[in-house]
């Protein structure tokens, strides 16, 4: 293999792809001269303004290297050590960050809670709130949502605001894993505050890495209160970029003209397009609506070995059950959804003699 030849793109994960070319500009705009260090620069100030542009509020604004970062040192400055967080069974604090939420909040254990579709909803919270409410139990302090969820699913306005309407009624705090919240806007085709504070979140995970950019979520709090002291925690964490603007100038690139809504757009239409060519063959069956860049599918188990072999590329642990999970990124084409429906189809459809 010649590192220079582009290999192909596959369905794995919307962050198997590269950067987008827009955050590569700003990236490489960026680069001349020198800035301040820490994050005192030009572009994390843009970035920053952008993001409370977006928001339509002020808030404060913190940069770091990941998600499992972003969500584990925001869940642990809404806890004390023996508080909980209440969260859906498939969350990724749960089930892909290795402990980083319960190990950077000193103990604060998660809470897994049932849902379809990988949504919780209000009787769930109210159930984990009021199974114990005496002082031998860590006490629920915070209710973390995904939103696009694990599943792919996108919490409407009002289920959201359901949801979070419950967690305040029993004094919890509301934190939002957005690592595609942008595929959730662009599905909702809502104003960003609209599902955020305006439906009382308190912090929200920002994802990038998963929409275009190389490296990089954006922390943002809503409850400034809940900010105090956050830098610190990051730095403690080992998550205060020195060249700070390398993480925030493909932010300016990403907001700056719209290009996240688009590309959120694009990897959401890429997966109603996939699973549309799929949906019909023998023996597939989509698991949960298609709300956002991600298609979850029942494929018998020889067919998922058959596109392997043809060298498609995906998982199959990650949806609660055995459906393959299929990922569209900001750069996937419709040849590459139509190819992967081309092979599958060849592979299911049954040999019929002339
Ligand atoms: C990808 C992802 C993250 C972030 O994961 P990192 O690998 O730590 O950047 C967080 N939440 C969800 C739901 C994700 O899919």
């Known amino acids: 293999m010649k590192l220079t030849d582009p290999p192909r ?35 994390t100030q843009k970035a920053s303004d952008l993001i409370r542009e977006v928001f339509e509020t002020r808030c404060e604004v913190f940069f770091v290297f990941n998600g499992t970062a972003a969500n584990s040192l925001s869940l642990a400055s809404l806890c004390q050590s023996y508080h909980s967080v209440l969260c859906h069974e498939l969350a990724h604090i749960e089930t892909a960050e290795c402990g980083a939420p319960e190990f950077f909040a000193n103990g604060s254990k998660v809470l897994l809670l049932p849902g379809a579709n990988g949504k919780i909803d209000g009787a769930a919270i109210q159930h984990a709130v009021n199974k114990r409410t005496d002082i031998h139990y860590p006490k629920p302090r915070a209710l973390s949502l995904t939103q696009a969820t694990e599943a792919g699913t996108v919490y409407s306005v009002d289920e959201l605001r359901a949801v979070t309407k419950e967690a ?17 806007v662009a599905a909702l085709d809502v104003a960003p505050a609209e599902i955020t504070w305006k439906a009382g979140v308190d912090v929200l995970c920002f994802g990038g890495t998963k929409n275009g950019i190389a490296i990089g979520e ?54 109603k397009r996939l699973a549309a060519g799929i949906r019909d063959l023998p023996g597939i069956k989509i698991a949960y609506a298609v709300d956002s860049n991600a298609v979850f599918a029942h494929i018998p188990k020889p067919a998922v070995q058959a596109l392997h072999d043809r060298g498609w590329k995906f998982y199959t642990h990650v949806g609660g059950g055995e459906e393959a999970r299929l990922m569209c990124s900001w750069d996937t084409t419709a040849e590459d959804v139509d190819q992967f429906a081309a092979d599958l189809r060849a592979i299911v459809t049954p040999f019929v003699p002339p």
């Open 168 to 184: 305040r009624h029993h004094g919890l705090r509301v934190h939002m894993d957005g690592a595609r919240f942008a595929n959730a």
């Open 9 to 43: 793109r596959q369905f794995a994960s919307d962050n198997y792809s590269g950067m987008c070319p827009e955050a590569w500009a700003a990236l490489a705009e960026s680069n001349p001269g020198h800035e301040i260090s820490y994050g005192n620069d030009a572009w």
């Open 218 to 271: 954006a922390v943002v709090f809503f409850n400034l209160e809940a900010a105090r002291e956050f830098d610190y925690r990051c730095k403690q964490g080992g998550q205060l970029a020195s060249k700070m603007r390398f993480l925030s100038a493909p932010w300016v690139g990403m907001l700056r003209d719209g290009a996240w809504l688009r590309h959120a757009h694009h990897s959401n239409a890429m997966a």
